[in-house]
């Protein structure tokens, strides 16, 4: 064959061939070139945050111990669900949404939304799927067949645990996830989308010292995300603990007797509050009803929701501070201190109630009897209403003057009344003060002296929270110191370093002189010894003053099927050390009942005075 | 009769083989150490993909072991078929093209289904894919068709009737569906084509009636193609999903830098981000474990291998020869420049492997058939006279 013709053979077309494909390898070694010279570096890192993945590791909260020590707030192990939206391919979010919702018994539409929303944020970042903590064998199912569950991550977390949960919710609130707008500002801070926050209560208002510090671990992983080894650990810095000033001995002391007074159909709710007046620390802050805040932990349910939000005595409403009641004749030692204060009257002034009913200008005032001649003290521990009246807006009759609603609202302003007392808790009502400027303003009508009467004895349109007619008393007890309450008494680092201790709070000295206050302790002890609130048997020189107000009507039942009963009771009392005037209180207490029996007051049985004598001295003589 | 008129005689016939010893010398060296070298290479990577993959699971040796069996295997057909002379092929070419019809008929009709394609048919435990050896037979049969026309190669008939035999295999590679494979046969079409002397107005014919027949093929394609192609325009409109492969698979090749993380070393591929790593995205493992220079020798031997291949078909006794070397080195090199591409984001993603790295015996078996004709191509060119 050698000599046959060769002209089949095209050289041109060969050299074309072998340019061509010369030319597809520079192409190719140009581009690689390029890719792995030029761009090695960057690349480089993206390869790394393939594999190398950076996940938070959640801080252990804070807990919450009462005075001694006695836990409150605890965590719990447990696992929550997350989904790292990078590593869930977009065509199967839909699949498993369907099969991871009902494992976590949510929506597969909230699912799949909530993977959708991380992956326009932060699809790198774990987004956190089950709102309550999943049992151990879901998390396992998920861990052991990752493959079914693409971009599904198990990790521990701890859960909040509340002691006492209904006795204390109303102090401690509870934990919640963030929100999609707070996130946009805690983020900041160091949140999480998935991370809970301090809701209400203690929990929302020392959030800042309660929450840790999150740690983080790398991990390298596969495209199945698989964790293949842990490359690098930082601890989280464990929340630091917050003990309050409530010793949960007198909580428990005033929580049995109240709930006992609820059962035996006395009144339907109530609250008690112990405080030190010396320092403003609250020994004690019952709220009855209460609700279970370890409902929100495990992720309240609609049918537990309604059912709260239904509740006509409103058990997530801290009724200690959060809701405003008539005082009634607790607040005479607003009326009788101004009245004295300005000096309208002093210990010796006389007012004879012959009868039980003051009539002025045609409208008639009543008195619960008729008293005959009293005195301050006597008209104080009687609680003669007509004996107040007088004081308050004098006797337009005799043309005698009283204190005037100008110095009441300035002396019940001073004591704390129409203006929070700057607890710290979330909720705090300011209650109302009147005025004739107030009344002006909200109802556009002059003031009359019916509204001085009726703002002496409590009724009207005075309206106190529980908390700040306590204060008052207290600042009573301890000659004249107004201290901002507070529950927190000291924050201890994880290692049992005390970070904070909360000292007493001095807002003011109040413009009372010391002869007043002393009047005024002499005569609220008279109260118990001679008075309104006779304690049988006594131990202890309890002070105190005994109020009743009627707000409404007294027919039907509330939501516990209790009868509406239409009276408040409260008794606000504080201890000296001895049975003498001297400003020596350690404890004051306030019980409130609502809707309690008009009858329970005609028969001067004030169910508050037995059980303040009760808890007093169960707590004061009996063992710790 | 003499000696010469006898030599003359049996050297025109293919039953009358001139002596084995003298063609020995004939073997190309080039595209033989090259043809070892990157079987050595292919095996090299396979171990490197495959040892340290925690995504596959079984013995992680396995594939070396499977990929040095097919080795073994390949290089025995290369030896057998250089001994035979390829104008057997020639006058077989009718039954091959038969044959393969046939071969492509069978994956259709009982071809066990892989990543929702049908493309291989298992048997005695082992896979093969037939489309692998069917586009060297079809090298084969268009060799046979263009080399009897080389006289012919300005007439629009053989072009036209060479389409008629590409027709029918492109159809049933399609239809598995394997659109990267049946690419892979018209390019071979047009590289023979061009190299048989076909007027090139007739080519860029055909290929403008392709470009304009483009809107029509786009509807035919199926969803997951057309998302493949979209992806390859702009991989990050949906990173997750048709865009993840481009996606990782540059950071792959990337992130191997100069000189590479290291064989086994490298991240991508044994972690599982590079899907079908041992196969399809074999380039990109390559890359990330021995960098910019490993990838430069790999081409190194390409280029001598297709260089190689095309001197083979420059040196042949015959155009039937000429275009069986034209024909592999057309398929070889698209086949690698689709690969590859792909690795680096300048072809769409397509399932062809890349010559002798990536893992799989009928590609392999495959190839080392095709070299082997070459090497009988080579072997049975016109010589020096022995005297």
């Known amino acids: 064959m050698r000599s046959a013709p060769r002209d089949f053979v095209r050289p041109n077309r060969f050299i074309a061939m ?173 949140y999480l989308q998935q991370d809970l926050i301090g809701r209400t209560g203690l929990e929302s208002q020392y959030e800042n010292y309660l929450r840790g510090g999150y740690g983080w671990r790398e991990i390298e992983r596969d495209a199945a995300q698989r964790e293949i080894k842990q490359l690098a650990y930082s601890a989280p810095t464990t929340g630091n603990s917050v003990v309050l000033t409530i010793d949960d001995r007198l909580q428990k002391l005033i929580e049995s007797e109240l709930k006992k007074g609820v059962d035996e159909d006395k009144f339907t709710q109530a609250v008690g509050i112990a405080m030190n007046p010396q320092n403003g620390e609250i020994l004690a802050m019952v709220s009855i009803p209460g609700y279970d805040n370890n409902w929100f932990i495990d992720g309240i349910t609609p049918q537990q929701m309604a059912q709260l939000n239904g509740d006509d005595r409103h058990p997530l409403v801290n009724k200690a501070i959060g809701d405003r009641y008539p005082p009634g004749s607790t607040f005479k030692l607003v009326t009788g201190l101004s009245a004295l204060s300005e000096g309208i009257a002093n210990r010796n002034t006389i007012v004879n109630v012959t009868s039980n009913v003051l009539t002025v200008d045609g409208y008639r005032f009543y008195d619960w009897r008729a008293h005959g001649t009293l005195d301050f003290v006597n008209g104080f521990a009687h609680s003669s209403d007509i004996y107040f009246y007088t004081l308050g807006g004098g006797n337009p009759n005799t043309g005698r003057a009283g204190a005037g609603p100008e110095a009441i609202y300035k002396y019940g302003s001073d004591l704390g009344f129409g203006s929070k007392t700057g607890i710290d808790l979330p909720g705090e009502d300011a209650g109302i003060m009147p005025s004739p400027e107030w009344k002006l303003q909200v109802f556009d009508e002059p003031w009359t002296i019916g509204n001085t009467y009726h703002e002496s004895i409590g009724q009207g349109f005075v309206a106190v929270t529980p908390l700040q007619l306590l204060n008052a008393y207290s600042i009573v007890a301890n000659g004249g110191t107004f201290y901002r309450p507070h529950l927190l008494k000291q924050v201890v680092g994880p290692q049992g370093n005390v970070v904070f201790t909360q000292q007493p709070n001095v807002l003011r000295k109040v413009g009372i002189t010391q002869e007043n206050l002393t009047l005024l302790r002499e005569a609220a002890r008279r109260v118990v010894t001679i008075g309104h609130a006779y304690m049988p048997n006594a131990k202890l020189p309890i002070a105190g003053k005994t109020g009743t107000a009627e707000f409404g009507s007294s027919a039907g039942k509330d939501s516990a099927g209790r009868n509406k009963l239409g009276f408040h009771n409260w008794f606000v009392s504080f201890l000296p050390k001895a049975d003498n005037t001297e400003p020596t209180a350690d404890i004051a207490m306030v019980i409130f009942t609502f809707d309690s029996s008009r009858s329970l007051c005609e028969n001067c049985f004030n169910p508050a005075v037995g059980m303040t004598q009760r808890i007093l001295e169960a707590y004061k003589l009996g063992k710790p | 009769m003499s000696v010469k008129a006898l030599e003359m005689r049996r050297s025109a016939s293919p039953l009358h083989d001139r002596p084995h010893t003298r063609r020995l010398d004939q073997v190309d060296p080039y595209l033989l150490i090259a043809t070892l070298l990157l079987i050595g290479y292919g095996l090299v990577m396979t171990y490197a993909v495959t040892v340290e993959s925690r995504t596959l699971t079984g013995d992680p040796m396995q594939f070396v072991i499977r990929g040095a069996i097919w080795a073994v295997i390949g290089i025995a057909v290369m030896v057998t078929v250089a001994m035979f002379d390829y104008a057997w092929l020639g006058t077989l070419a009718p039954l091959v093209y038969l044959f393969m019809l046939g071969l492509l008929g069978v994956v259709l009709a009982i071809g066990t289904s892989s990543l929702g394609a049908q493309r291989s048919v298992n048997f005695g435990g082992l896979s093969f894919q037939f489309s692998e050896v069917a586009k060297v037979l079809m090298i084969v049969v268009l060799a046979k068709f263009f080399g009897d026309r080389t006289d012919k190669m300005g007439s629009p008939l053989t072009i036209l009737g060479g389409l008629v035999f590409l027709g029918p295999a492109v159809y049933l590679v399609y239809r598995q569906p394997d659109l990267g494979t049946s690419l892979v046969f018209v390019a071979i079409f047009f590289g023979m084509a061009f190299m048989a002397g076909a007027r090139l107005w007739q080519l860029v014919g055909l290929v403008a009636l392709a470009g304009a027949a483009l809107p029509a093929i786009w509807n035919v394609l199926k969803p997951y193609q057309q998302a493949r192609l979209t992806a390859f325009i702009d991989p990050y409109a949906d990173p997750q999903g048709a865009g993840w492969n481009i996606i990782q698979s540059l950071i792959a090749v990337g992130s191997g830098g100069p000189t590479g993380k290291g064989l086994t070393a490298g991240t991508q591929s044994p972690l599982g981000y590079l899907p079908i790593a041992e196969s399809d995205f074999v380039f990109a493992g390559l890359a990330e474990d021995l960098g910019f220079v490993g990838a430069v020798i790999l081409f190194a031997l390409y280029v001598v291998l297709l260089m190689a291949a095309l001197r083979v078909a420059f040196r042949a006794r015959d155009p039937f020869g000429m275009l069986l070397g034209a024909g592999v080195a057309a398929m070889l090199v698209f086949q690698i420049l689709v690969n590859v591409g792909m690795a680096i984001s300048l072809m769409p993603v397509t399932g062809i492997p890349l010559p002798f790295i990536s893992h799989g015996g009928s590609s392999l078996v495959s190839i080392c058939f095709a070299l082997g004709v070459l090497q009988s191509v080579a072997m049975r060119r016109p010589g020096p006279e022995i005297s």
């Open chain 1, 18 to 190: 072998a340019v061509a494909i010369v030319l597809v390898f520079t192409g190719l070694t140009v581009r690689l070139w390029d890719l792995q010279v030029v761009g090695g570096a960057h690349y480089r890192d993206l390869a790394e945050q393939n594999r190398v993945l950076r996940l938070p590791v959640e801080a252990e909260r804070g807990v919450i111990v009462d005075r001694n020590g006695k836990v409150l707030a605890r965590n719990l192990p447990g696992f929550a669900v997350t989904v790292i939206p990078f590593d869930l391919p977009r065509a199967q979010q839909a699949d498993l949404a369907l099969r991871l919702a009902p494992l976590v018994a949510r929506d597969p539409k909230d699912v799949s939304s909530a993977i959708d929303v991380q992956r326009g944020r932060n699809p790198y970042e774990p987004v956190k799927i089950s709102l309550r903590p999943v049992a151990r064998e879901i998390a396992l199912l998920l861990s052991e067949r990752g493959e079914m569950f693409p971009g599904v991550r198990v990790e521990a977390e701890s859960i909040r645990s509340y002691a006492d949960a209904v006795l204390y919710s109303p102090l401690l609130g509870y934990v919640g996830p963030v929100t999609e707008d707070e996130f946009a500002t805690l983020r900041e801070k160091g």
